[in-house]
C-alpha cells in the first residue's frame, strides 16, 4: 500500500464520516449553507444538504447539491459522538477481552457479540442490552451536559 493510497482512503474516509451529520458549507464567494450532509463525492467535494438554510435566512431549503469547485470548506456544526469514551464507559463493566469491540469505520460498538451501539443508540434486546442501554443513556447525558 502506497503512502498516498493510504492518505488518500483516509481523507475520503473522513469526508463521509460528515454524511447525516449537521454542517455548514462555506462558498467561495462568502455563501453559507448549513443543513444535514446526506452525499459527498470525496473526489469533488460536491455534496447534497437537506433541510438547508443560506447564511441568516429562514426558509428552509429541501434539498440542495452544491459544486465542489465552488466550496471553500465544510465543517461540522456539532460536536461528534465520542464512541472510544463509551466503549471505555462499556469496558468498565464487560471487562473480558474480545467482550467490547469497535468498529470504528462502521461508528459502531458491539457487546458480548450480540448488542450493538451506535450514536444513535442501543440494538438488542434482553438483560445485556438493557444494562448497555442504561450505560448508553447515562454517558449520552453527560454529553450532552459537557456541550
Partial sequence: ????????????????AFTNKRVAVVLKDGRKYVGELKGVNPETLTCVLIKAKRDNETTEIHRICLNGDQISEIYLEEAPFDLMGLKDELEQIFRRPGDVKVYDEAGLIVVLERVKVSETG????GPVADRVRAIFDRYAKTQTMEE
Fill in 122 to 125: 442501543v440494538d438488542g434486546t
Fill in 1 to 16: 500500500m502506497s503512502m498516498i493510497g493510504a492518505a488518500k482512503r483516509s481523507y475520503q474516509k473522513e469526508i463521509i
